[in-house]
């Protein structure tokens, strides 16, 4: 019962803001949306506590680790156990759907709307919800990606049934040696499609991806657009909440919509045409559908 009511009261606290965006997005004839690692949070993604334990008890028990993320990045000894985490992480992040709802509720308001979806996420939530895959730009790679770590050549391998191989086979915190995946032009260890340094591999589907993106823009220069920010924090403002802003800042009848725990703002230049709901996206997704 507490916990109903501390949410009643929450959206209550938002209501206004809350409307506006509800008429922004009725009135909108375009939809860009930015998403960043906030809506997966807010889906049930979560990369620390309960969630962290259920699937790496014995990477943390061993090494101290204490999230999925820092654990992507530590120096395992051999390639069996970096494989045995990262099977896990690839299968847990993106081979399963969400366990929340927040992506599902977001496509039933944006889907009869014309829409594009920029993210700087790799777990792939979008299309596995069931958003139009040639309306989605990845722009920092994708978890079901492998590529060559030493860049060898642009092109990208899908993982889906290795991994599961790695999951069944691993064991003691290691896979088998013989499923270790190689670059199948220089033999080097294939390694994640994911832009951690010069490395990343942009392949075809990458390039088409941002040119349907660039395209959209260009077509909503003008006209009722929402520029609907969600979860995106200040690592990679450049991506998203910068071209987002700016785009608003030379169309008068843009709205910009930013939804994010504890970061939602804008500046004083578009705050008129601004809405910004410091608050679960998940909670606000299922406020406008209520």
């Known amino acids: 019962m507490f916990s109903k009511n501390r949410t009643k009261e929450y959206i209550e606290n938002c209501s206004v803001q809350i409307e506006r965006l509800r008429q922004a997005l009725d009135s909108a004839e375009a939809v860009l949306i930015g998403a960043g690692a906030g809506l997966s949070a807010s889906a049930g993604l979560t990369y620390g506590g309960e969630r962290f334990e259920r699937y790496f008890s014995d990477f943390h028990q061993k090494y101290g680790i204490t999230d999925m993320y820092s654990g992507g990045f530590y120096p395992y000894d051999t390639?069996?156990?970096?494989?045995?985490?990262?099977?896990?992480?690839?299968?847990?992040?993106?081979?399963?759907?969400?366990?929340?709802p927040a992506y599902r509720e977001l496509l039933t308001l944006v889907k009869d709307k014309d829409y594009f979806v920029l993210t700087t996420n790799v777990d792939h939530q979008f299309q596995r919800t069931g958003?139009?895959?040639?309306?989605?730009?990845?722009?920092?790679?994708?978890?079901?990606?492998?590529?060559?770590?030493k860049a060898c050549h642009n092109k990208t391998y899908d993982n889906e049934d290795p991994v599961r191989q790695m999951i069944a086979q691993q064991r003691n915190m290691k896979i088998p040696s013989a499923l270790i995946p190689l670059c199948p032009v220089c033999g080097a260890p294939m390694t994640m499609n994911l832009r951690c340094d010069d490395t990343f591999v942009q392949d075809e589907g990458w390039y088409a991806a941002r040119s349907r993106y660039a395209a959209f823009v260009r077509q909503h220069k003008h006209g009722k657009v929402l520029y609907l920010e969600l979860g995106v924090g200040n690592n990679t403002p450049v991506i998203i909440k910068y071209p987002f802003r700016k785009?608003?800042?030379?169309?008068?009848?843009?709205?910009?919509?930013?939804?994010?725990?504890?970061?939602?703002?804008?500046?004083?230049?578009i705050a008129a045409r601004s809405v910004c709901l410091d608050a679960d996206i998940g909670k606000i997704l299922s406020a406008l559908l209520s």
Do not use: H
Not at 134 to 148: A, E, I, M, P, V
Not at 263 to 269: F, N, S, V
């Open 247 to 269: 785009e608003t800042l030379e169309n008068p009848d843009a709205v910009y919509a930013c939804v994010n725990l504890g970061q939602a703002y804008a500046p004083k230049e």
């Open 79 to 100: 390639l069996e156990e970096y494989w045995a985490w990262w099977s896990r992480q690839i299968l847990y992040n993106r081979y399963l759907d969400a366990p929340l």
């Open 131 to 149: 958003f139009d895959k040639q309306r989605l730009f990845y722009t920092q790679g994708d978890y079901g990606l492998w590529q060559c770590s």
